[in-house]
């Protein structure tokens, strides 16, 4: 969080010598708040200065590391309570929860190791699996967290209270130590022995307690330890609970710049209803969580929380483009229509989709319109007869069907004749607005 | 340690907007705080389920869907009756087709006998979507309006370029009415401003953002929702309309949705897909200000019904 130049200047020696260069200490003041100056330049800045400064520096939210190698997530280090404010930066982590008293644990675990799916080129899914420590056996559950470790597929977390058995999972699970887990956790009762635990292996800690008070008594002493890589886990009664708190700590640590809540945290979605364990976590996907963890393992549980992270950490910033190129709608033949658009996300998927509910199989040839949608890129001239008839050609659908007739959004009407000219096809003009696409559609075949 | 809250609070609040009359009207809006932060100030109202009842079966709709709304789909009276009697659903929100069609369209007046029909029946408070059309619409609204007169039911949608024959139909006859923007901020602005001043009251209109499913544009609608949320509670009073969002009939049509578990098998079964879906579309846009969220799938509706009933208890 940054200080005003005011808040500086209350820092500074303020006798104004003139020795960082610039003739006032308000001056300087003014230059580190626009960060076009550093503290060295004044060699009667004090200790306390210092510390300030270099606090201020510091991302409001630490940034966590969890897992290594390809299976690595990162997450915290967010900005914003909004994200059109700016955006959202490092998504939030997906655990699978398994319990290690369950028969069916290793089936379980290979079950999530399929959780991954592919949407719009990226890979989305679970990266994390924890083993929850409910058997009491530690051989059990070192079995387990080895198996996840095996699988290679995701990165593990232990779920207990109990340093020992922490301690002996470590010494029991060949490269457990190099998967860096997450461990959940500490508490109030054995914060202290986790914390020597997550400082020989190197690796983070989930800290829970009971109410943030409480959760921000123990962050510091643990901090001491050496343990700066923490999740925080504020627990609550009922879904609206652990919201609350969840968008509290954000809150702490960005608007008052709180340093011992300055953590991404953990939430858990629990129960016997699946369905509702997967609406309910989809709560802490978008108010904040760093980690989500679920009790289940089914894909229809984990497909749309990913989805919904995708969305939700899209940068709003840019433009979202799709890649320029053919697109093939159900299986097109020589004789399925042609329909041109944009490369503007939004715009190629909402088309897509229309013409995926007209259940008429097409060719969908996308123009980059660089991510504009088509009005936008008709205006700029990123869409134009020249750049439309040059997309045609280049996607080689003239090999792929056995007529010359392409059918481009309502919008740029005006355009047809000048696209006829320059490409040699027939110029049909489809709706305006997507919704109208089906009906389009099906007439055009029938 | 003593830790001090960070509060946010709000000097401005989101209009009230009272759906129908007598015992089943319904009021939606009135927040002075961000969604589900009571601690902050008041929701006094309960984010509301509207069922969406179409006036013929939606070619679209998968056999899971349609098995899971049963017989009585075939038969909108009985399917809005059904919403009420075994979903314990509070509005209906009635979907016309057939005006538009092609060949053989319904008349204005066979939809307004749908709607007065459907209103008897439930006797709930009624929201009646167009088309999307805008002749056929045009014709239809003045006539189904005049049917429900007196029953200020919430008629959608008036847009930026057509909204002068259903604004001055909702005056004349008492209704509430859905502006729509495309997902446009300054739209949305623009809309409000349009519909009063034609002489609408600011507090009988309900605003349609115009929304994605889940992984169809959702963040779009998302961000949009929160913006005019946080702008009304700022004190802009022509953003200050509580939010409608068409969480069924878009996520519905989701490939997500509709494929077969043959084409997809690593996406599981599509009838829990199909529910899961439809309510983490809607949970979403509950999280970011929605007021009523339209629903198709009665599972769906249990899980919304039971996440609003959460996040609403304060005990
Ligand atoms: S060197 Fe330090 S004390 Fe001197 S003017 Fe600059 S800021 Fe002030």
Redesign the pocket.
């Given at each position: 969080m940054s200080m005003t130049a005011m808040e500086i200047y209350a820092l500074?020696?303020?006798?104004?010598?003139?020795?960082?260069?610039?003739?006032?200490?308000l001056a300087?003041?003014m230059q580190l708040a626009n960060k076009q100056a550093t503290l060295d330049?004044?060699?009667?800045?004090s200790d306390e200065a210092r510390a300030a400064l270099a606090a201020a520096a510091e991302p409001p939210i630490t940034l966590v590391e969890i897992g290594s190698g390809d299976e690595q997530i990162e997450i915290g280090n967010e900005t914003v309570m909004f994200r059109h404010e700016e955006t959202f930066h490092h998504q939030c982590g997906l655990c699978v929860c398994i319990a290690d008293d369950a028969e069916d644990a290793e089936e379980r675990i290979e079950k999530a190791g399929e959780l991954w799916f592919e949407r719009i080129g990226d890979m989305i899914g679970a990266e994390l699996v924890a083993i929850e420590d409910r058997s009491g056996d530690p051989d059990r559950f070192a079995e387990l967290v080895s198996a996840v470790v095996q699988n290679d597929k995701q990165s593990p977390v232990l779920i207990t209270s109990d340093p020992d058995l922490v301690r002996s999972t470590f010494e029991a699970v060949e490269g457990l130590a190099e998967a860096r887990p997450l461990v959940h956790g500490a508490d109030a009762e054995n914060w202290s022995d986790m914390a020597d635990i997550a400082a020989e292996y190197d690796v983070p800690l989930g800290v829970s307690a009971d109410g943030l008070e409480a959760l921000a008594e123990l962050t510091p002493q643990i901090k001491d330890k050496g343990v700066d890589q923490m999740v925080l886990d504020p627990g609550g009664d009922d879904q609206l609970q652990t919201m609350e708190q969840l968008t509290q700590i954000r809150r702490q640590a960005l608007d008052n710049n709180f340093r011992p809540l300055g953590y991404p945290t953990i939430a858990f979605a629990r129960g016997d209803d699946p369905r509702k364990v997967a609406v309910d976590a989809s709560t802490y996907v978008s108010k904040y969580a760093g980690v989500v963890v679920i009790e289940g393992e089914e894909p229809w549980q984990l497909l749309p929380l990913a989805t919904l992270r995708q969305n939700l950490y899209t940068d709003p910033r840019v433009p979202p483009a799709v890649e320029a190129k053919l697109y093939e709608v159900g299986e097109p033949t020589e004789d399925s229509p042609v329909v041109l658009t944009t490369n503007f996300a939004l715009t190629y998927f909402t088309v897509v989709n229309e013409i995926e509910a007209s259940r008429v199989p097409a060719w969908v040839v996308v123009v980059d319109t660089e991510g504009q949608s088509v009005l936008t890129a008709y205006s700029s001239e990123n869409l134009n007869a020249e750049v439309a008839a040059e997309a045609i050609k280049e996607v080689g659908l003239e090999e792929k069907v056995n007529h010359r007739d392409v059918i481009i959004p309502g919008y740029i009407a005006v355009m047809s004749g000048a696209l006829e000219e320059e490409s040699g096809w027939n110029v049909t003009v489809g709706p305006r607005e997507a919704t109208a696409i089906p009906t389009f559609m099906r007439r055009l075949v029938s | 340690m003593s830790l001090t809250p960070v509060k946010k609070s709000w000097n401005h609040q989101i209009k009230e907007v009272t759906i129908g009359t007598g015992e089943s009207a319904v009021t939606v809006g009135g927040e002075t705080t961000l969604p589900f932060l009571h601690d902050e100030g008041d929701m006094p109202n309960p984010p509301r389920i509207a069922l969406d009842v179409f006036d013929a079966v939606p070619d679209t709709w998968t056999e899971d869907l349609i098995e899971a709304t049963g017989d009585e789909i075939n038969d909108p009276v009985e399917w809005a009756q059904k919403g009420v009697e075994e979903w314990g659903v509070e509005l209906i929100s009635l979907n016309l087709t057939q005006h538009a069609l092609e060949e053989d369209p319904a008349s204005p007046e066979d939809c307004a006998k749908l709607a007065e029909e459907i209103a008897e029946a439930t006797g709930l408070p009624m929201i009646v979507w167009g088309a999307g059309e805008e002749e056929p619409d045009r014709d239809v609204y003045p006539v189904v309006s005049q049917a429900l007169s007196g029953q200020r039911c919430l008629l959608g949608s008036a847009s930026e370029e057509s909204y002068k024959t259903l604004t001055a139909t909702c005056i004349a006859d008492g209704h509430n009415i859905i502006g729509e923007s495309p997902i446009d901020i300054n739209i949305c602005k623009q809309v409000n401003i349009l519909v009063t001043d034609m002489g609408m009251s600011e507090d009988r209109i309900v605003v349609f953002p115009t929304n994605g499913a889940l992984g169809y544009g959702l963040e779009y609608a998302y961000s949009i929702l929160e913006r005019t949320r946080l702008a009304a509670l700022g004190g802009d009073r022509m953003m200050a309309m509580p939010i409608i969002i068409r969480a069924g009939t878009e996520s519905q049509r989701s490939k997500e949705v509709k494929a077969k578990e043959d084409e997809f098998p690593e996406w599981g079964s599509r009838a829990d897909r199909g529910i899961v879906w439809e309510a983490t579309t809607a949970t979403s846009y509950l999280q970011a200000g929605a007021d009523i969220v339209t629903m198709n799938h009665p599972e769906a509706i249990r899980l919304i019904r039971q996440y609003i009933d959460t996040f609403m208890n304060t005990e």
């Open positions: 500074l020696p303020q006798t104004n010598c003139g020795e960082c260069g610039t003739p006032t200490c300087f003041a330049s004044c060699p009667d800045a | -």
